[in-house]
């Protein structure tokens, strides 16, 4: 019971904060005009692009190839036999 009031507690003030500092607004500025929070930097729109669509085929190419990469970088050598 008493970490389940530390936790509810915890969460309660992580909300407390974001909502002071207006995390919902910041982080929409930021995914769409690019607005870096607490600063006047302005990241243009074909650097975004270019950041979102990298995150984008890491995320794909983990789900998709890591099973085949992960097979064959975790292959025991001893099962594999000389054919020379």
């Known amino acids: 019971m008493r970490k ?3 936790t509810l507690c915890m969460i309660g ?3 407390i904060l974001l909502d002071t500092i207006n995390f919902g607004q910041q982080f929409i500025l930021f995914i ?3 607005i870096v929070p607490g600063t006047n ?3 243009a729109p074909i650097d975004f ?3 979102t669509a990298t ?3 890491v995320i794909v190419l983990r789900i998709t190839v890591w099973p085949l ?3 064959i970088v975790e ?4 099962t594999h036999h000389k054919t020379a």
């Open 4 to 6: 389940l009031i530390i």
């Open 13 to 15: 003030s992580v909300v």
């Open 32 to 34: 769409f005009a690019g």
């Open 41 to 43: 930097i302005i990241i």
């Open 49 to 51: 692009m270019a950041a």
């Open 55 to 57: 995150a984008i085929t």
């Open 69 to 71: 990469v992960r097979s």
């Open 75 to 78: 292959a025991d050598p001893k």
